[in-house]
């Protein structure tokens, strides 16, 4: 569980650094809530981020985008059922692909494009409520780790683009190849240069 939780995680967080680089307006928008909720004389803290409403819509979208597993966990149908016109028999093992919910049009518009904005002033969460964006699963078997994995990829993009500049190569930013393993890893590793953009005093706390 472990293993798995550090792996969504990071894979997660990589994703989300690399779509809000190659995004210049997303990144603009990121910067400008984060300066102004936090400043530039400390960190960000963890109570910090109930305050950035683009921060959460743009980790939302990142969930919608690159979900950290393709299909959620199995399950089995207690009788049988129909599905979109689909007949599906009692007994029958299900996998739900979130990663197709994500790119599907009927669902989202311009569903291949990332664009946080889709997701402010918006009641959908991530938490299996809504069932076209379940990217910790839904119901008795949702995701165990999903309240720290929220956290944890929130904090993590925020402390990362709020205390440093980064520089990172167009082609790796613009190469969206991903690598199926335990998660859908980004197919070229982001490498970055990170420059500090607050009061050099920060640093040295």
Same mark, same amino acid.
């Given at each position: 569980?472990?293993?798995?939780?550090?792996?969504?995680?990071?894979?997660?967080?990589?994703?989300?650094?690399?779509?809000?680089?190659?995004?210049?307006?997303?990144?603009?928008?990121?910067?400008?809530?984060?300066?102004?909720?936090?400043?530039?004389?400390?960190?960000?803290?963890?109570?910090?981020?109930?305050?950035?409403?683009?921060?959460?819509?743009?980790?939302?979208?990142?969930?919608? #985008? $690159?979900?950290?597993?393709?299909?959620?966990?199995?399950?089995?149908?207690?009788?049988?059922? @129909?599905?979109? +016109?689909?007949? =599906?028999?009692?007994?029958?093992?299900?996998?739900?692909?979130?990663?197709?919910?994500?790119?599907?049009?009927?669902?989202?518009?311009?569903?291949?494009?990332?664009?946080?904005?889709?997701?402010?002033?918006?009641?959908?969460?991530?938490?299996?409520?809504?069932?076209?964006?379940?990217?910790?699963?839904?119901?008795?078997?949702?995701?165990?780790?999903?309240?720290?994995?929220?956290?944890?990829?929130?904090?993590?993009?925020?402390?990362? #683009? $709020?205390?440093?500049?980064?520089?990172?190569?167009?082609?790796?930013?613009?190469?969206?190849? @991903?690598?199926? +393993?335990?998660? =859908?890893?980004?197919?070229?590793?982001?490498?970055?240069?990170?420059?500090?953009?607050?009061?050099?005093?920060?640093?040295?706390?």
């Amino acid at each position: 569980m472990f293993i798995a939780g550090t792996e969504t995680t990071s894979s997660t967080v990589e994703w989300g650094m690399t779509e809000i680089l190659r995004n210049p307006n997303v990144y603009k928008k990121v910067l400008m809530e984060l300066d102004q909720v936090v400043g530039n004389d400390r960190f960000v803290e963890e109570r910090d981020i109930s305050n950035l409403p683009y921060l959460q819509a743009a980790v939302k979208e990142v969930f919608r #985008l $690159h979900p950290a597993v393709p299909l959620i966990v199995p399950r089995r149908t207690n009788e049988a059922c @129909e599905v979109s +016109g689909y007949h =599906i028999p009692k007994d029958c093992i299900v996998f739900v692909n979130v990663w197709g919910m994500a790119r599907d049009h009927t669902i989202w518009e311009e569903p291949c494009e990332f664009k946080p904005e889709r997701f402010i002033g918006s009641s959908v969460d991530v938490k299996g409520q809504d069932f076209n964006l379940m990217p910790f699963g839904t119901g008795k078997r949702i995701c165990v780790g999903m309240p720290l994995g929220q956290r944890m990829v929130h904090f993590y993009l925020a402390a990362l #683009l $709020h205390a440093f500049e980064w520089e990172c190569s167009l082609e790796i930013l613009d190469s969206l190849e @991903e690598k199926v +393993g335990l998660t =859908i890893e980004k197919g070229k590793s982001l490498v970055g240069i990170p420059k500090p953009r607050l009061s050099p005093s920060v640093y040295l706390q």
